[in-house]
């Protein structure tokens, strides 16, 4: 038992850095290259798709037989790819793809539904959707529009309520 983890504590610095950035490769790599030179690192992920690149451009090697031997599929490698025709080495790195936060809530949305949530007779939760998609023609979902509203909490600084005033102790 001692020796698991002292092996788990033990990781190699490189091994710690490729996991915090997200860039540590888990599938198996079975290409001669990483098997032969130690230069090349198969638990480097960027390092692994790059010559899985290479390999299929510049040897002429089969995609299926060459995603399989790095570790992908063969959809894996035309996305790999593409990635990399789109913007080269960076598009290797591996990060979260598409929209990143509620697109459809923009300011105008959100100021709309604030304004009338803070109405002394505010519309339902339905309504104020259905609202929503006629004047801004955005069908937002209700579980998106709460995420939002507490995003915005957040940021929003907190004024803090006044204590009531307390008389000053005199002495006796």
Do not use: W
Not at 2 to 19: F, I
């Amino acid at each position: 038992m001692e020796d698991y983890m002292d092996k788990k504590q033990s990781a190699d610095p490189k091994e710690k850095v490729l996991r915090k950035c997200g860039a540590f490769n888990t599938h198996p790599v079975t290409d001669a290259l990483f098997k032969d030179n130690h230069f090349f690192d198969p638990r480097d992920l960027v390092q692994v798709k790059y010559e899985m690149l290479r390999k299929v451009h510049k040897e002429r090697e089969p995609i299926s037989h060459v995603a399989a031997s790095f570790g992908f599929s063969r959809p894996a490698f035309y996305q790999t790819m593409g990635d990399f025709q789109r913007e080269g080495i960076a598009g290797l790195l591996p990060r979260k793809r598409g929209p990143q936060g509620g697109h459809k809530l923009t300011h105008q949305v959100l100021e709309f539904i604030e304004e009338n949530l803070a109405m002394d007779k505010p519309m339902t939760m339905s309504v104020l959707l259905d609202e929503v998609e006629k004047r801004f023609g955005v069908r937002v979902h209700r579980r998106s529009l709460e995420r939002a509203r507490r995003r915005r909490e957040k940021k929003m600084p907190q004024i803090p309520k006044k204590a009531g005033r307390q008389k000053p102790k005199t002495m006796t």
